[in-house]
């Protein structure tokens, strides 16, 4: 890490999958940045921007009424890795290392400093990046919540926010219809979003990638609830969820990508599955990207403000190499190589899991 006598002129990107709230980090960012005298430059599409030397000058205009807008005015992509380019040679993709080309185009800005916004492949990449010299700030982004170093990432709440109200839809058509309602929601690795949203919803079941499940133990469970006359029952699962002994259901495999497994299809095979064998109607409901889009809410606003502020001042004070991380309540940092180390799964002693068991959700399986 090269220290300067006075950082002048930073970069910022947004790396990864799009999520609420990307936004207001870049405002948080830019404006304590602009009042410092520091000049703005906005990497276009991620880690891909750098390695093609696309970017913009990012003024004060360009962050006003940004706050509450989903998405990112950067542009972002999870395509973008510079340790992990894909060319197309001869028909084939070859991965190949344009490394070189990011740091020059980083030297040829002249920037001091990058602000990295991003989940785990970014903080990895940044890593890399880190190693060749050039000076980052990590600010930890996800839908998915799965960054051990931080209690939250903001965009997960803005994520269970919109499965909540889903699962409040179907519940009133699950209950008009007296069906079995299936609702798969992202979460590849960790299920805090099925988990969280799950709870907020009133899920009866919730079946997360960290717990494979029985299918009998949520066959009995949607028949009991018949049984005592019930007259519907909502399941909430994790895309990344399987049953005991099975397999990840995988869409779509794209070695362009950092992670190249693309989810999806769990809810259709679990619905399927429960109209068969417990005489049901089901019916399932894939969320999808509607969980990633549209505007921010509070929490998520304030958090991403709190986590861009602090991470233009960690620039300033050039304590590089950290991500800034919510600790018992406040933003605090870490560093960006421990922060890589853990991915954050569901415990059976999480207060979530704990709470969800006690007022009855299943979660396929009966030791649990
Ligand atoms: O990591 C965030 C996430 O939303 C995952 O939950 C999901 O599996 C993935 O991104 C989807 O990525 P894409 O938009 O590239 O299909």
Not at 280 to 293: N, P
Not at 342 to 358: C, E, G, P, W, Y
Request: proline share 3%; aromatic share 6%.
């Amino acid at each position: 890490m090269a220290k300067v006598k006075k950082i002048k002129r930073i970069g910022i990107l947004t790396g990864g999958g799009d999520c609420p709230g990307l936004n207001a980090v870049i405002r948080g960012v830019t404006k304590p940045a602009l009042d410092h005298g520091l000049k703005v430059l906005g990497i276009l599409d991620g880690f891909e921007g750098l390695v093609t030397g696309s970017a913009i000058e990012v003024y004060d205009k360009d962050v006003s009424g940004i706050l509450s807008q989903g998405g990112t005015i950067l542009g972002s992509s999870n395509k973008g890795d510079p340790f992990h380019w894909p060319v197309e040679i001869d028909g084939q993709i070859r991965i190949t290392d344009k490394s070189k080309e990011a740091i020059a185009n980083y030297n040829m800005w002249g920037l001091d400093a990058l602000i990295a916004i991003g989940g785990d492949g970014t903080m990895h990449i940044s890593k890399g990046l880190m190693e060749l010299g050039m000076n980052i700030v990590g600010v930890p982004k996800t839908i998915d919540n799965d960054l051990e170093a931080t209690e939250l990432t903001f965009g997960h709440d803005s994520a269970v926010y919109v499965v909540t109200e889903a699962m409040d839809r179907l519940r009133t058509t699950a209950s008009s219809h007296h069906r079995v309602m299936v609702i798969e929601v992202m979460g590849r690795y960790a299920g805090w979003i099925a988990l969280n949203g799950g709870l907020a919803g009133g899920a009866d079941i919730i079946l997360i990638p960290e717990m494979p499940f029985e299918w009998d133990a949520v066959y009995e469970k949607v028949k009991r609830r018949s049984m005592l006359g019930k007259k519907y029952s909502i399941v909430c699962v994790a895309e990344g969820a399987k049953p005991k002994g099975g397999e990840l259901i995988i869409k779509k495999t794209d070695v362009k990508r950092t992670d190249p497994i693309q989810l999806g299809g769990v809810a259709e095979i679990v619905a399927k599955s429960i109209e068969k064998s417990t005489g049901l109607e089901t019916r399932y409901t894939v969320l999808g990207h509607l969980q990633r889009g549209g505007t921010p809410t509070a929490f998520d606003r304030i958090l991403s403000t709190k986590f861009g502020t602090s991470a233009i001042d960690l620039a300033i004070k050039q304590k590089f190499g950290r991500m800034v991380a919510l600790k018992c309540n406040e933003v605090r940092s870490v560093t960006i190589e421990s922060a890589i180390q853990n991915q954050k799964l569901v415990k059976l002693t999480d207060q979530a899991f704990i709470s969800a068991k006690a007022v009855g959700v299943c979660f396929g399986s009966k030791n649990l």
